[in-house]
């Protein structure tokens, strides 16, 4: 796995900034956010795509990092877009990826190194996440519950309606050995309490980044991804008491090698997302 990969497969916070905005490339990057995305597909209108794409491939030239969203396959703009890209090694996220001849059609144009962020944002794309998520140059699935909520007739912010969809995104992840998916947007930009909600929800079911559309919900995304103060104390209790055995008893549960793994995970967290000093409601031990 390369620099790239490694930081897509890391990222926390994706922020997305439209690619008709150069201005705010450089404001973008350092907002914070683990990675930011150009993004030339919803963002843009028609009228600025070819503006837009020259921005993005002028950054990327002059050094800067992102992800790039481009316009999906059958869109006017897609082959050009491909074309440009293929410079140097980039990592592209696939707008409504359905199968895996998506991400094989786009990875194959684009230079050695590269990588793929499908966005699963229809039926079809969530159905087909496990063949998605084992297609070569995929480094991690993300959420589009925008689109999806509306395929389904129901709400973007309906956490029950897309309970399943996640579900899927996360299985999928697993079990294709890539890291836990990127949620999808939070769209209440001054609604902090929301946010950290959507994001722990998120967590709980096995996702690990999520997508930002302002750098000011990228605080509040961190730290409820980063594991509570609860979660670190009692993972601590358990690999101390439990050192040198492979089953114990500690405060009356059961501990065992699951339990003890879930114990190394929280901590190799806390080592890479700091725990809030101040827990959150909800943030209860994960």
Do not use: Y
Not at 54 to 72: D, S, Y
Not at 197 to 225: M, W, Y
Not at 271 to 280: L, M, S
Request: glycine share 10%.
């Amino acid at each position: 796995m390369n620099e790239l990969w490694s930081a897509v497969a890391s990222a926390r916070t994706l922020l997305f900034v439209g690619g008709d905005r150069p201005d705010r490339f450089a404001k973008a990057a350092v907002s914070g956010a683990d990675h930011i995305v150009i993004d030339l597909e919803d963002a843009v209108g028609p009228e600025a795509k070819g503006d837009a794409l020259n921005h993005a491939q002028a950054w990327l030239e002059a050094g800067g990092h992102a992800v790039i969203r481009i316009n999906g396959r059958g869109t006017p703009w897609h082959e050009a877009e491909l074309d440009v890209l293929s410079a140097g090694p980039v990592c592209v996220m696939v707008p409504k990826a359905q199968e895996p001849d998506d991400i094989d059609r786009v990875i194959s144009r684009l230079a050695a190194g590269s990588c793929v962020v499908p966005l699963l944002e229809t039926a079809s794309g969530v159905l087909a996440a496990p063949s998605i998520a084992r297609t070569k140059g995929v480094v991690r699935l993300a959420f589009g519950n925008g689109d999806l909520a509306t395929q389904l007739g129901v709400s973007h912010t309906n956490r029950e309606g897309l309970a399943w969809a996640r579900s899927a995104l996360a299985l999928a992840s697993a079990a294709a050995g890539l890291p836990g998916p990127v949620d999808g947007v939070t769209t209440a930009l001054r609604d902090d309490s929301a946010l950290f909600s959507d994001s722990r929800h998120a967590v709980e079911l096995g996702f690990t980044g999520k997508l930002c559309i302002h750098p000011g919900q990228i605080p509040t995304v961190h730290s409820a991804f980063a594991p509570s103060t609860r979660d670190v104390e009692w993972a601590r209790e358990i690999l101390l008491i439990s050192s040198g055995r492979a089953v114990a008893v500690v405060e009356g549960q059961f501990v065992d090698k699951p339990l003890l793994d879930r114990a190394r995970q929280i901590i190799a967290r806390a080592t890479t997302c700091p725990p809030a000093q101040v827990d959150q409601p909800g943030a209860t031990a994960l």
